[in-house]
């Protein structure tokens, strides 16, 4: 059975930092790309980073140069640092994984950016 579970949400200032973690279980980690989404109040669902199982990494173009993607595969663990936060980086962030045709998310994390 697979299980993914995010961690590391908070609440931060602008201009702060904060490292979510995902771990995935029930899978073969290290053939999977690993994916960060995030979803805002009233909007959909959005990729923010994506790290493939060689590494290689993209981002949303909100948040190049700000986040960085990166991958553990000894522990089936993959981070999202954040810097340099926004009041619109405020959402539920969301890890996915994508094993066998289906899709596995976690419960969520919320990260909320103050002013």
């Known amino acids: 059975q697979v299980h993914v579970v995010e961690s590391g949400g908070g609440l931060v200032q602008a201009g702060g930092s904060l490292r979510l973690s995902c771990v995935a279980s029930g899978l073969i980690f290290t053939i999977i790309p690993m994916d960060w989404y995030r979803q805002a109040p009233g909007k959909q669902r959005e990729l923010v980073a994506r790290?493939?199982?060689?590494?290689?990494?993209i981002y949303a173009d909100s948040v190049k140069d700000r986040f960085t993607i990166s991958r553990d595969n000894a522990k089936n663990s993959v981070y999202l640092q954040m810097d340099s936060l926004k009041p619109e980086d405020t959402a539920v962030y969301y890890c996915n994984a994508q094993w066998v045709g289906s899709n596995y998310w976690g419960q969520g994390t919320q990260v909320t950016v103050s002013s």
């Open positions: 790290i493939s199982r060689g590494g290689t990494t």
